[in-house]
């Protein structure tokens, strides 16, 4: 892959895209919410009685859902409620005792966790991306931004140095750095610059789906604000698929299409975003939304 | 280099053959044949303690112990050169414990063991190189766990070579790496050729000889097969470029070796001899006789 | 035409003539018999024998006198000819719960069955020298005629005396020891000088690599858990010094045979344990085993082994002395002392690599500083970079 340029991956995207729409699975119905208008293509990422306990209630027991292409599915909950042991299962780092999660990869379900290691990494390097709550963690601290971007890109064979810069200084344009500080070490960067580099480096191989645990946690209100804005832009663009977790039911608001409620290692509520926040049925969010109204 | 079981012994007393006892050759030819098989992936192996020290060369010592026999003939060199006290030591090794003949001319070696060089004369089919390997592991300056590097290897998740490549260029200008240049090895391991000067390298691409490299402290072995592909890691943009002197060797008039630089007064005034001693003193010989 | 120096066959012979030299010495000075280090200096033997990973302290004194006393050169020598050793078959288990106890504390019990015993010891001793023994050969030897004091105490030499774990595990206060102590283990012992160490490794594996580890380099990472990096909260349940029997299982006879005794020094750590993961809560322990008399080894052994055991019981292990790779692949002495040395030998090619390289580099530079045109690769923006922050939170 030597051409790097936004438009030709994008275009490229639209044809998997209309590739995958040709042959789309009967298999699954959806049962636990109502399926929503965008829901015409296929799934993509399907969770069957997800369990993984390291306790009782501690971890998350019997999740089930489907997620669509382009749709942001947002997990919800006060911490230990088991938001990211789930997010550690879904993305195939964290073995579920029961259960089991599929990916359609635009030409076939795949067992998540029974395609074996080196599927899953090239999975993660390509269709897939991470955005880690603290971005030392997505990172690589110690060369400079370009090459942090870059990196999917080398892993999937682009040899071109030319080109894996301009699209990294693309990509720092997306997420609002100025491209001047593509030579600089994230170490230099402040936590807002870090995180959006962070973003840019799971976003430059067109993820079709994408985890984020809390991406904007740990951050000050204002530099939050920014980076939502941002994501849920790029969201659109690009239409991503997303998995994010998250404390905040503003932050699910602004982001999320569809929402999960959990609490002590089950979804106690499941639906759109705007009817769970409007008019919650369980006691739990009811308690949640009251909390979130009074700030 | 046939395998005999009761090797006569050789002036040194109370020690067998080469060193090493059978059964640990044996088990080193085990990992070498293994090596041969899977070009550029490392096997571990039972590596031994050595009567030189670690980091001195006992990988390639071994795997040179492991495949002597009566009738090879073994040239040492150290920084291209068979006088450097490290090659006449592991020389003199070799004499001591194998008493097997040794020479200075490349094509008169069956068996070459090297440290950081590959020599200037083209090898043979037939000929076999052996290189000390100090660290084996192309990756280990970007991953330092061992578990993960394996990972990395065995699923072939190596873009972050090329991210150090990257960070050079960024840096520098140019992939400013010198020495123990990574390579690709048949299109699926990244290897470390060891520390030879990336000058070097494309000796290593389908070579007729088989070359083999021994870790000792690591406990690594790999090797390159006769014609093995063998491509030095590049962007398209940067390509991989050999590096040229501006001027010959001071004693052979040599311009396409490698060249050591000597530092030949208290000015600081510099000269330049092949650190290929054995080619330096063919050409010497040659030019003397035509002149 | 220049010529290049010749002649590193004639250099080395004459370094190793000179050597030869200085350890002799003054000829003035009578020369040492290795009887003499072997029966005189037996902790530096001890040291040799387990770093060297055989025990002979014959050959170990023999290596400490070529050596000139370097201790480390001293554990190649005998690591190096221990290679040429063809091996015949394994021994069974050491049963250290038989041992002939020369010394045996607990910090754990005042007293306990076998009692406390001090043996030999320099602890309790004021770290003064010792003028007297200046006084070569004069100095009064101590009175060989009467047995030596030790045996005359508790128990008499040959009694076995149980283990402080044994009396703990009774109440289920320890976890079990891997193996029981003595009985045969149905599968071989992996053996790490036969097979390389991979990670994670097992205990058998670790355990081999600390018993040949370097003294100094345990100690100071044991020494780091007690600082607190690492903190495992350890007492010295027990350590022991004594003579335990060899028996060797070879293929061609049922039955094991004796082959003679050795001196070993063991020390098991009991450290805090409050439970969890399924497991009640009890003491954890730590092993430290070495050859002859060297508990300082087998405490910093000891430790250690525990704090690599942070994964099994679900702890935070982001300390030194918790890294398994780290501390395995970093314990051993041989490679190491061969690793840092090879930094002398000649790297002129490598050497001449960088500095082509810098000398390039350099060039470019100071063409940079001048006014004209700047080189390719240098970026417009590159440098100005800085001053801008785009962002003034966090």
Redesign the interface.
Known sequence: MSALSCDTLLESRARRRADADEDSPENFSEATTPRPAWAAESPLLQAEHVTRLFGPEQGCQDVSFTLYPGEVLGLAGESGSGKSTLLAALSGRLLPEAGHVRYHDGKDWLDVHAVGESRRRTLLRTEWGFVEQNPRDGLRMSVSAGANIGERLMAQGARHYGKLRQAALDWLRHVEIEPARIDDTPGSFSGGMRQRLQIARNLVSFPRLVFMDEPTGGLDVSVQARILDLLRNLVRELKLSVVLVTHDLAVARLLADRLMVMRRSRIVEAGLTDQILDDPQHPYTQLLVSSILKV | MTLQHELPSTGMP???FA???E??KR?IRRGLLKAVAIPGFQV????????M????G?GGIQATASILGLDDVLKVI????D???????IR?FFKQVAGVASATRTTEATIIQT???IPETPLQNGQILVFQV?IPEPLRFIE????ET??MH???????M??KL??D??R???I?T??AYPVEVNGRYVMDPS?????DNPKLHMNPALLLFGAG?E??LYALPPYTRVVSL?????PFEI?RWESAC??CGSTES?????I?DDQGTR?Y?C?D?DWCETRAAVGEKTT | MYVAVKGGERAIENAHRLLAHKRRGNPEAPELAVSQIREQMFLAVARVMSEGALHDPGLAALALKQAAGDLVEAVFLLRAYRTTLPRFCGSRPLDTGEMRIERRISASYKDLPGGQRLGATFDYTHRLLDFALLAEGEYPAPRMDAPPPAASASAPEGDAVPHVMHLLAREGLVEEAGSPNGAPVSAPPPDITREPISFPAARAKRLQILARGDEGFLLALGYSTQRGYGRNHPFAGEIRIGRVDVWLETEELPFPVPTGEIEVSECEMLNQFVGGRGQPPQFTRGYGLAFGQAERKAMAMALIDRALRAGEYGEEAGAPAQQEEFVLAHCDNVEAAGFVSHLKLPHYVDFQSELDLIRTLRREYLNAQTPGPRPAHADAAHGEAHDTLEETHS
Do not use: C
């Open positions: 109370g020690y067998n060193y090493l006892d059964t640990t088990a571990p192996f039972g590596g031994r303690e050595m009567p020290p670690y980091g001195w006992t150290d920084q291209g050169a006088d450097t006290t490290n090659a006449v030591s003199n440290r950081h060089r100090p330092p766990s061992e578990s394996a990972a065995a699923l072939g998740d190596y873009g972050v090329h991210v990257y960070e260029i960024v520098h200008g140019r400013a010198r020495y520390p030879i000067p990336r000058f402290r406990k690594r590049d962007f398209e943009d940067h590096p001071a004693i490698y060249l050591d630089e000597l030949v000269r001899v650190s001693t």
